[in-house]
């Protein structure tokens, strides 16, 4: 419980508000000596206080839950420091514009790291008119097989979700592609630049 809505967080974000502990309190309707006790690590805000606490500080319920403060500094979107997430139950990829807290099916998803291409995991790109034909010489088993292959430009993204016993193979405009990644459901997240 030691990453449960920590004092430590409600008080940088509250001070970061120029707020005192009686405005808070007032926000979230408890006395200000509620909010004494959860930053000093007294206590903890019920469950049902989570959401309007999250609300008056300008906070996701993720990011409050988490204990982290997280914010986008990102502000011009580069593409190419984007980040990739994958959820273990449902399978969904979630891709961003910079760091962000995700979560999906319950769980709070890691950013996924991208190493460089293995002979295993070797991502072929072949240029046919103006696409670019991407293949991954790869099992394509429910056990063991290439989840999806994206290009990230200067300004987008293009992601085709693969699926097993298909191919992986996928083809992309050719505009501006800086990075081609290919995820294993195994061994995860390759990359090679252009």
Same mark, same amino acid.
């Given at each position: 419980? $030691?990453?449960?809505?920590?004092?430590?967080?409600?008080?940088?974000?509250?001070?970061?508000?120029?707020?005192?502990?009686? &405005?808070?309190?007032?926000?979230?309707?408890?006395?200000?000596?509620?909010?004494?006790?959860?930053? @000093?690590?007294? !206590?903890? %805000? #019920?469950? =049902?206080?989570? &959401?309007?606490?999250?609300?008056?500080? $300008?906070? =996701?319920?993720?990011?409050?839950?988490? !204990? &982290? #403060?997280?914010?986008?500094?990102?502000? =011009?979107?580069?593409? @190419?420091?984007?980040?990739?997430?994958?959820? %273990?139950?449902?399978?969904?990829?979630?891709?961003t514009t910079g760091e962000t807290v995700v979560s999906c099916c319950g769980i709070t998803l890691p950013p996924l790291e991208p190493e460089d291409? $293995? @002979?295993?995991?070797?991502?072929?790109?072949?240029?046919?008119? #103006?696409?670019?034909?991407?293949?991954? =010489?790869? %099992?394509?088993?429910? #056990?063991h097989h290439i989840s999806f292959l994206a290009a990230v430009s200067d300004h987008g993204i293009q992601l085709v979700k693969l699926y097993p016993?298909?191919?992986? &193979?996928?083809?992309?405009?050719? $505009?501006?592609?800086?990075?081609?990644?290919?995820?294993?459901?195994?061994? !995860?997240?390759?990359?090679?630049?252009?």
């Amino acid at each position: 419980m $030691d990453k449960y809505v920590t004092g430590a967080v409600i008080r940088k974000l509250r001070e970061n508000k120029k707020m005192t502990q009686e &405005e808070l309190a007032g926000k979230v309707f408890v006395s200000s000596k509620a909010v004494s006790k959860w930053e @000093t690590g007294q !206590g903890f %805000p #019920d469950v =049902s206080l989570i &959401e309007p606490l999250a609300k008056a500080l $300008d906070i =996701s319920v993720i990011e409050l839950l988490s !204990g &982290e #403060d997280i914010r986008n500094l990102n502000r =011009s979107s580069n593409m @190419t420091k984007g980040r990739f997430y994958v959820c %273990p139950v449902c399978g969904n990829v979630i891709s961003t514009t910079g760091e962000t807290v995700v979560s999906c099916c319950g769980i709070t998803l890691p950013p996924l790291e991208p190493e460089d291409c $293995d @002979t295993e995991h070797e991502i072929r790109i072949e240029k046919v008119e #103006d696409e670019y034909y991407v293949t991954v =010489s790869h %099992p394509m088993t429910k #056990d063991h097989h290439i989840s999806f292959l994206a290009a990230v430009s200067d300004h987008g993204i293009q992601l085709v979700k693969l699926y097993p016993e298909g191919n992986a &193979e996928a083809r992309f405009r050719i $505009d501006c592609i800086r990075k081609m990644y290919a995820y294993c459901n195994r061994h !995860g997240l390759f990359m090679v630049k252009m």
